[in-house]
């Protein structure tokens, strides 16, 4: 883009990441800058960005939502080309060498898919509907803005989208206990969005999406060939979805207000 510098720009946002984020930033360092936006961290995330990554742009803002802290974050961004990655994310050698030929050459493409590999009670997640999980994650600096709900946000990309070969890897959970404590957060968030889209739910409704959720994730994504850990993702995953459409019965009732 004009007015940018050739290369490329990392964006991270975090918060209380302070054991995951020496690996991503380690993974980083052939990127010309690395830019954080910490959301007011209380462990020691903002003193291990600077121990690992001494050179990074480290900025502070209060998190609101997924989708303005992101945007925040890549209005920082001074290089053509921009890598947003999650904290708990790590880019492989492989997939460094696939981003730096797009960064050196001249695609067509504005922005490009990025396969995700989740690992999950001691291995690789690849059914479930967990992999390849594509986002869209590089993308031409000015040609993307993030947009979406309180929780799902993507990158909306002028122009064409490419798909890499090499995948991110994922450490997204560290226990079933931080998967549960995150259902819990994010199926509030979802009702709430659901409820202010004026969608309506019921107990029998709540249970069917929970039983559909189950069968597709462990038999038609074939989470059984992933062993106890499919079984595991495929009964939270169903808990999951009981969780948004309960609480939205819930707020419709008038037994919790909407936030």
Sequence with gaps: MPGKKPGLSVCIIALNEEERLPRCL????F???????????VDRTIEVAKQTAPSAQISGRKFDDFVSQ????????????????DADEV??????????SIVSGSPAESGFKVPRMTHYLGRWIRHCGWYPDYNIRLF??????????????RPQVQGSIGVLRCHLQHFSYR???DHLGRIDRYSTLIADDKFRKGDKSSPLWAIYKSISKFLLVYFWKAGFLDGHAG???????????FLKYIKLWEIR???????
């Design 26 to 29: 380690q993974a980083l360092r």
């Design 31 to 41: 990127a010309e800058e690395i830019i954080i936006v910490d959301g007011g961290s």
């Design 70 to 85: 992101k945007n925040y974050a890549i209005s920082l961004a001074a290089h053509e080309w921009i890598l947003v990655v």
């Design 91 to 100: 880019v492989t050698p492989e997939l460094q060498l696939e981003i730096q």
């Design 140 to 153: 031409r600096n000015g040609l993307a803005r993030f947009e979406g709900g309180t929780v799902h946000e």
């Design 175 to 177: 226990s079933i206990s």
């Design 231 to 241: 079984l595991v993702v495929a009964v939270l995953g169903g808990y999951y979805n």
């Design 253 to 259: 009732k008038g037994l919790r207000k909407s936030n």
